[in-house]
């Protein structure tokens, strides 16, 4: 590797480096030569891959086919395979889902798409009852390979219906995979994990992200790529505090990131991607480094995500810990349709910026020199 290195280094007239040198300016090339994607476009990517890869995948839902989907993810999916592999519905999620669950039975392997994930509660006895469990039931006889897959969480002026947070409902139940993508590599590699997987797996996606563009590497470009289902990402390295999140979260996080680093605060993100299973071994590896944890998700804060990680913290590495575990999410209310309520109600950049300030102690520092 370092005589490669060396070699395209000395081609361009520079001075042989050391190998952490000669990986840096290599690896900084290679960034900036990488793709932008949407998250869109990676999804629809993701799923077109896997339909050409496998003929037992097919997608279904309302408005997936002719409508080119309602966030246009299975944009070109039905020219291409036709209406047996792109499946309209009725508005009727108990419907579909409960034919995508026998299907999975069959051996076919489905996406079901859900307009939005508070629409899945009409599917929840053939989400919980019937995928979930029927592997267990059957003493691993029968596999539910199927994905569900749908906005979750807040957009914006949606009211308390459409904006609900579905990561910890799912999460708590056995027998479900649940996964919720930040960036475009992380929807790509996810989705392609999810449809591979012999279980069912929730896919949470975010809709104020579907627009938002990501660089992604050539290697996640590749239709053999995929992500491991249970790994997190550290997305900043730090020191001083560990911010764990998930989905949107994981933007805000970045940037509260970078404002605590100009007042002298170098925290660590954490990008969870998998929310069942969790990768506790990289968080309580983060939090033995840092010594603190500020937590952030959008949903209630009862028996939410944070509090699953603040348990595993107090359970595994409660003598690391300097300073209370800080827990940020949204209002214990149902979402508020008003603009102004609704920003108060789900957590803000200035939110994790103050808990990682309580965290390090600087909070009280500062105010008492003011």
Request: hydrophobic fraction near 40%; include cysteine.
């Amino acid at each position: 590797m370092l005589r490669i290195i060396k070699q395209r280094l000395a081609y361009n007239g520079l001075p042989a480096p050391t190998l952490e040198q000669g990986i840096r300016v290599i690896a900084s090339r290679a960034y900036s030569t990488a793709k932008e994607m949407t998250v869109r476009e990676a999804l629809n990517s993701a799923i077109d891959e896997e339909m050409s890869a496998d003929p037992k995948v097919f997608i279904m839902g309302e408005e997936v086919g002719e409508y080119q989907g309602a966030y246009k993810i299975s944009k070109g999916l039905l020219d291409k395979y036709g209406p047996e592999r792109v499946l309209d519905t009725p508005i009727t999620e108990a419907g579909f889902a409960g034919i995508g669950v026998g299907a999975a039975y069959y051996g076919l392997r489905p996406v079901i798409e859900f307009m939005t994930f508070n629409f899945s509660m009409q599917a929840i006895d053939h989400i919980i009852n019937s995928a979930a469990k029927s592997n267990y039931m059957s003493a691993g006889q029968i596999s539910v390979p199927i994905v569900f897959r749908g906005p979750n969480g807040a957009a914006a002026g949606v009211g308390a219906q459409h904006s609900h947070c579905y990561a910890a409902w799912y999460s708590s139940c056995p027998g479900l995979k649940v996964l919720a993508p930040y960036s475009s590599e992380d929807a790509r590699g996810l989705l392609k994990a999810a449809i591979r997987d012999p279980d069912p797996v929730v896919f949470l996606e975010n809709e104020l992200l579907y627009g938002e563009s990501f660089p992604v590497s050539a290697e996640a470009l590749d239709s053999s790529f995929c992500l491991p289902i249970g790994k997190a990402k550290i997305e900043r390295e730090g020191k001083d505090v560990t911010i764990t999140a998930f989905s949107k979260m994981v933007g805000y996080a970045l940037q509260a990131a970078e404002i605590l680093a100009k007042e002298g605060i170098n925290a660590e993100v954490i990008n969870l991607r998998s929310i069942r299973p969790l990768d506790r071994s990289t968080i309580n590896a983060s939090v033995r480094k840092t010594n603190r944890l500020v937590t952030i998700e959008e949903g209630f804060p009862q028996h939410g995500v944070g509090a699953e990680i603040c348990a595993s913290i107090l359970e595994e590495s409660f003598e690391y810990l300097d300073a209370p575990v800080e827990r940020i999410a949204g209002a214990d209310v149902p979402m508020p349709y008003a603009a102004n309520l609704e920003r108060m109600a789900v957590p803000q950049i200035e939110d994790i910026v103050r808990a990682a300030k309580r965290a390090c102690y600087k909070s009280s520092l500062l105010a008492a020199t003011a």
